[in-house]
């Protein structure tokens, strides 16, 4: 009888480990949320460097919290926050501190605007006395406490409020803010979009003084998407978008004093057709900070303005060949000297200036990146980073003296690292992952790296993944026949057998300074790469010039020719792969998003040799479509550079295309707009070529939401196996043979 049940125990658990080795991914799984990693939201770092704060949610019960917890001993020790009790609101989704921590903004009700706009409804919960207040009866955004905690900017339909917390009046600053014509304290879409910020106001450290940008559009030139929804008729959705050699809107920088209530316009008339890309105030009062590039992008001046009366004068001065990148990285010290990023040797590093722009020291100096500047700790002189000096695909965190001596790695482990750390910099919060390990969050000594303990490890998730028994990414540097020398990773099945031929399907988005070659976490491409390796198919990823992380030469190479060498680049590495034994260089195709797509794009046109196939999503098809910030950056104007702009754009190449095409679009796309493919359809119909096209309606760049996504890469994968076969075709005249 034993042996009969310790039979069935043996074949039961043989059939059980097969079914696991042969378990296989589905896209039901990858865009049905099956591959979370369990993270760390909105993470606050208390005052007093020994408690941090974050955001919970309950889906059961619909509840929000904010927890405060130790970092020691890693124990919840308060339960700062729960929208359970407050009567006001039902949920929130984010909280920001006032500067002494006794209030807190809570978001509810929040709709995105653009990529990072967002309109909602804020309120003020004050913890003394227990109150929870509405900012504004309507929805507003980027709503902002004074750093004395007594009063809360925001923006109201293009115009600049505050209100005083004291008393609860609301006091209006500007009065001209209408819809594509004025916009005050927030910025316009090109600048939201390539400037990466929303929020164009800041508080002096008093709290009586307001700096703003005050955007004029009434003469940049409109762009209308027809949005169909579910009524009868379409809405017309019309906003104001520069493309290149356009029209940009007139800026122009203010500083209101609240005290008198009197506004001042800084004289800038010394700059034409220039862009104010950041503005903060410095540890003085009464100086504000102004980065203001010209049109070209190649020269940045640092403005120092006084705010009583609005005079300025330049600091520093950044020039280069090509452009000059703008950074979140100004950070003002007590005595008001600054640290600063910069490319001025080749490589991303800090520099210390003093308060008049005289180079005190540059702090880091070698042959990688600074990734991230996360502070600078009064107590000992230290400043704490991000970068890749154990290889452009890995980040560590260190920290080095102001003096440029001392340096101390604290998180090196081969993969990614990234720190958070704790206001007093005694801990910080370390997230690892690497492309076998999910992200993992552990607490650390900031003196030395060392670890305290665990705090989430995602290890269901990490056991999960490996019941399905995936197949390996290896790591490796291809080298052209031009002899350049690119990072790359590959997925092979896992039966992988050498002599066998398979077919190779390639990834890339290789956008100037980008990088998809890293050592991380799976996306959820990812696990859509393995299900295709499962499937009998080799992936491949290559990250030619132009792409991040290698030294501003590397990245700066493609000005003024974008897609040129990149294009190169991708078609030269198909080749090199292709002259492998197991993959069958007649059965290669390549597929991008963005400007992946525009890279697709132009790889089967350019390399119609070499790719058999392409899909491209939302690709940008002539740069001449495309914004002013964003392509006059890398190509200058097309009235100066028109070559540049058409050499390399695919919709003047259609008539190279000789294999299988898959273009993809929203209809509702901002950014890139949908006038991209329909324009290179009308080229390619003219032309008389076959290809495959579909349309999403009223879906963004993204292109998401519902059933989207699963219907969007069911799609590419049904086209991927119809023209990238798994078995090689046999021809009837080899038969015949």
């Known amino acids: 009888m034993k042996i009969r049940i310790w039979g069935v125990l043996i074949v039961s658990f043989f059939t059980y480990t097969i079914a696991a080795q042969n378990k296989q991914l589905t896209l039901e799984e990858i865009w049905g949320g099956a591959f979370r990693t369990e993270r760390m939201q909105s993470l606050h770092s208390m005052n007093n460097g020994k408690e941090y704060t974050v955001l919970n949610f309950d889906r059961t019960t619909g509840v929000s919290t904010i927890d405060k917890y130790d970092y020691k001993t890693q124990q919840k020790v308060a339960n700062l926050l729960s929208s359970a009790t407050i009567n006001e609101i039902s949920s929130f989704t984010n909280y920001t501190f006032s500067d002494d921590e006794t209030k807190l903004i809570l978001a509810t009700e929040v709709e995105q605007v653009y990529r990072r706009s967002r309109l909602g409804m804020y309120f003020v919960h004050d913890t ?3 109150t929870t207040k509405l900012i504004f009866n309507e929805k507003i955004q980027e709503p902002t406490f004074s750093p004395d905690g007594k009063k809360v900017g925001f923006v109201f339909e293009n115009n600049l409020y505050y209100k005083n917390l004291e008393n609860d009046e609301i006091v209006q600053i500007t009065t001209d803010g209408k819809k594509n014509k004025i916009i005050n304290g927030v910025t316009d879409w090109v600048y939201e979009e390539e400037f990466a910020f929303v929020r164009a106001f800041d508080w002096n450290k008093n709290g009586d003084k307001i700096a703003f940008i005050r955007f004029d559009e009434s003469t940049v030139p409109e762009f209308s998407m027809d949005m169909y929804g579910q009524a009868l008729y379409p809405d017309q959705q019309v906003f104001k978008y520069p493309k290149a050699g356009e029209k940009n809107a007139d800026v122009s920088l203010h500083i209101f004093n609240v005290n008198s209530s009197s506004l001042k316009k800084v004289d800038l008339s010394t700059y034409n057709d220039f862009y104010i890309a950041r503005i903060k105030f410095t540890e003085d ?21 006084d ?8 600091v520093l001065t950044e020039t280069d060949k090509a452009y000059v990148d703008v950074t979140d990285n100004l950070t003002f010290l007590p005595n008001n000297s600054f640290i600063w990023t910069s490319e001025n040797d080749g490589f991303n590093h800090i520099y210390h200036y003093d308060k008049t722009g005289k180079l005190l020291k540059q702090v880091t100096k070698g042959e990688w990146e600074v990734t991230r500047y996360y502070g600078f700790n009064k107590k000992n002189g230290r400043i704490y980073y991000q970068s890749t000096e154990t290889g452009s695909t890995n980040r560590g965190v260190y920290t080095i003296g102001i003096n440029g001596k001392g340096k101390k790695a604290l998180a090196t482990k081969a993969g990614q690292n990234s720190a958070s750390f704790s206001t007093s910099f005694d801990y910080f919060i370390n997230t690892y992952s690497d492309v076998t390990t999910p992200p993992t969050y552990t607490l650390n000594e900031a003196k030395n790296g060392k670890l305290v303990k665990p705090i989430v490890t995602n290890s269901n998730l990490k056991q999960k993944v490996a019941s399905y028994d995936l197949p390996v990414k290896e790591f490796f540097t291809l080298t052209t026949q031009k002899g350049h020398e690119l990072n790359a990773w590959i997925i092979k099945p896992k039966d992988f057998d050498a002599n066998k031929e398979y077919p190779l399907f390639m990834f890339q988005y290789s956008g100037p300074g980008s990088q998809q070659v890293a050592n991380r976490w799976n996306s959820s491409n990812d696990y859509w790469y393995y299900m295709l390796a499962q499937q009998g198919y080799i992936v491949a990823c290559v990250d030619g ?3 991040g992380f290698k030294g501003a030469e590397f990245k700066k190479v493609t ?14 590495a198909a080749i090199e792969l292709g002259k492998r034994s197991y993959i069958d260089a007649d059965r290669i195709g390549i597929w991008g998003w963005s400007y992946g797509g525009f890279m697709s794009s132009n790889a089967i046109l350019k390399g119609n040799d070499v790719f058999k196939m392409a899909i491209a999503v939302a690709p940008v098809t002539s740069w001449r479509f495309y914004d002013t910030i964003y392509t006059e950056r890398y190509m200058q104007t097309p009235q100066e550079n028109p070559s540049g702009y058409d050499e390399n754009s695919p919709i003047n190449h259609v008539d190279k295309l000789k294999g299988d095409y898959l273009l993809i679009h929203g209809t509702g796309d901002d ?25 999403y309606p009223d879906k963004n760049h993204g292109i998401y939401g519902g059933a989207t996504r699963l219907q969007l890469y069911t799609k590419m994968t049904n086209f991927i196996k119809r023209t990238l076969p798994v078995e090689k075709e046999v021809k009837l005249d080899k038969i015949k043979g």
């Not at 009062?285 to 303005?305: C, E, G, M, P, Y």
């Not at 705010?307 to 330049?314: D, G, P």
């Not at 707009?673 to 070529?689: D, I, S």
Request: glycine share 4%.
């Open 285 to 305: 009062v009464n100086t504000l900070s102004a980065q203001l590039l010209n049109r070209h992008q190649n020269k940045l001046d640092l403005l120092f303005i």
């Open 307 to 314: 705010a009583n009366t609005a005079e300025s004068r330049v």
């Open 128 to 130: 003394k006395k227990g």
């Open 559 to 572: 000005y003024k020719e974008l897609g040129k060498y990149e294009v190169e680049d991708q078609i030269d």
């Open 671 to 695: 950014n890139v707009h949908v006038q991209n493919t329909m324009r290179m359809v009308e080229a390619l119909v003219q032309a008389n070529k076959q290809f495959d096209w579909a349309l």
């Open 545 to 547: 010039r132009g792409t």
